[in-house]
């Protein structure tokens, strides 16, 4: 069904005690029912834009909070008497929404897509991040968003089964009673989206150049040392306990010190959320934050593709002088 883009309460209430009566919304976000005649071994849903790109993808096998507050407020208590910052653990155990589960058993499902671009990977299931106490109901507090909203426009839902695809299209529109100028909503959205498809193309880079310092870990000599020097310095290793909700550290913001291709996932996405708290027209400050990222991205990148070709290929000369095999990125 043709979904509305409607933004919650930004002044959060503080839910009601359980035994208020009170009733239920519907699910929140775009609804999608699915049916599968049979259990499966892996649901994918992918939502994709009009150049067919997936903007969000979601899986039955992706990690979910286990235990889960709202299904097992005794055991997360065990948790929370351990851990007091641990998700959820600073508020009634009573308030939280229970994850959704892409189902793979046979028969019926309903899930919902939020209408966001996607998030950073998470590691860490249970890393703490901000709660949203949204509806004012118990059981329905969530935490918080991690990734800006997608454009209102026509999106297609891909649904892949055990190796079979079906498509259906999902419109998106804006909220009507909204009344910014057109201009002012295109430029929210182009530079939400430009942000993040630099926050998200970092990200890649980055991984890839984990992927490498990984696979150079058991080289040693000075050549291999001084590439593993420069592969640390724009892909540093991210400390512990830093690779929760918002990619590289909780809330998204880059640490100080020189960009890298970590931190400046976390600027981009960092000026791209800073959009999202209405649908109005960029500030001057934020129109200047993305280009200050914008122009940092490039700096990045620059670095990392001059690295992972020209001092690869350095590198793999000197090895084969050597009679070494050459390193390759995984």
Not at 241 to 261: E, I, N, S, V
Request: aromatic share 6%; with cysteine; charged share 20%.
């Amino acid at each position: 069904a043709t979904v509305l883009r409607i933004r919650f309460g930004t002044n959060e209430p503080t839910p009601l005690p359980p035994e208020m009566p009170a009733g239920q919304n519907p699910m929140p976000g775009a609804v999608i029912d699915y049916f599968l005649p049979r259990a499966a071994g892996e649901v994918v849903l992918e939502i994709l834009d009009v150049k067919g790109m997936a903007v969000r993808t979601y899986s039955s096998q992706d990690p979910v909070l286990n235990p889960h507050p709202a299904l097992d407020r005794v055991a997360y208590d065990k948790i929370c008497q351990k851990n007091t910052t641990a998700t959820f653990c600073g508020l009634p155990l009573y308030w939280p929404a229970a994850s959704m589960v892409f189902g793979t058993g046979a028969g019926m499902h309903r899930v919902a897509w939020d209408m966001r671009l996607q998030p950073f990977p998470t590691d860490d299931v249970n890393a703490a991040g901000d709660v949203n106490a949204t509806g004012a109901v118990a059981g329905r507090a969530t935490l918080g968003e991690s990734a800006p909203w997608a454009p209102p426009g026509t999106y297609t839902v891909r649904l892949t089964v055990d190796g079979k695809t079906m498509t259906q299209p999902i419109s998106v529109k804006l909220d009507p009673r909204v009344k910014t100028p057109a201009p002012a909503l295109a430029q929210l959205n182009t530079l939400s989206r430009q942000m993040w498809d630099g926050a998200m193309l970092s990200r890649a880079a980055f991984a890839e150049a984990r992927a490498l310092a990984t696979r150079l870990a058991s080289e040693s000599g000075a050549d291999a040392n001084a590439f593993k020097a420069r592969l640390d310095s724009l892909a540093p290793t991210p400390a512990r306990g830093r690779t929760g909700r918002g990619g590289f550290g909780g809330r998204f913001g880059a640490p100080a010190g020189p960009a890298t291709l970590a931190s400046i996932s976390g600027t981009l996405m960092g000026a791209a959320m800073a959009m999202q708290g209405a649908e109005v027209a960029p500030t001057a400050s934020q129109a200047a934050a993305c280009d200050r990222a914008g122009r940092q991205l490039a700096e990045v990148m620059k670095q990392w593709t001059a690295l992972k070709t020209e001092g690869l290929a350095e590198l793999n000369a000197r090895r084969k002088a050597a009679g070494q095999p050459a390193v390759t990125i995984p």
